[in-house]
């Protein structure tokens, strides 16, 4: 999969409320799988498949054969791993590093999903001498698609919730009316 490929306005905006969910995976030993790339370099050590950190990014859905999405993965050389839990057959990324903050590569891996990142993760860290680069730029340029539509559905909400629509007037309620129930 190319970079040219991607293109934003193609990608769902169905995980942009995704929270990251604790999990110690040890303790859950047997109720998860790491779904392994097919082919490339590194495949000879599954151990850098491992989830190394005790969270996973959970996924609506996996479009397509999930082996094809561990293997974008390990082409991209993201610190991530496609983690299957059949019980409820669903999929999440999870971190197989650390040591630094790895919002963008989860980011990401959203992206290669086809899934716009997460609002939770569009607090992008900028580092020093940090290169504007082609993923890179698809990153930000998701992260703004994902606020906007966010903003959006504020505004809309925002409209909803006057009180005008749900009273159908704008008198001043007296006292009686603004008092607990049972008061």
């Known amino acids: 999969m190319h970079l040219k490929d991607l293109k934003v306005k193609n990608l769902s905006a169905a995980a942009i409320y995704a929270q990251p969910a604790y999990y110690n995976w040890d303790e859950h030993d047997g109720e998860w799988y790491v779904v392994y790339p097919v082919y490339g370099e590194g495949l000879e050590d599954e151990n850098v498949y491992e989830p190394m950190m005790n969270y996973y990014y959970p996924l609506p859905r996996v479009a397509g054969d999930p082996k094809r999405l561990a293997n974008i993965l390990h082409q991209k050389h993201l610190p ?41 993760f569009c607090d992008l860290p900028q580092y020093p001498g940090m290169r504007a680069n082609g993923w890179r730029r698809l990153v930000l340029s998701a992260c703004r698609r994902t606020c906007q539509i966010i903003k959006r559905q504020a505004a809309s909400r925002l409209y909803y919730l006057k009180a005008e629509r749900f009273f159908g007037n704008t008198r001043k309620n007296t006292e009686r009316e603004v008092m607990a129930p049972g008061a």
């Open 80 to 120: 991530l791993a496609l983690v299957c839990f059949p019980e409820t057959k669903s999929y999440a990324l999870a971190l197989t590093a650390g040591g630094m903050d790895l919002t963008w590569e989860i980011c990401f891996g959203y992206i290669l999903a086809g899934y716009l990142p997460p609002f939770y």
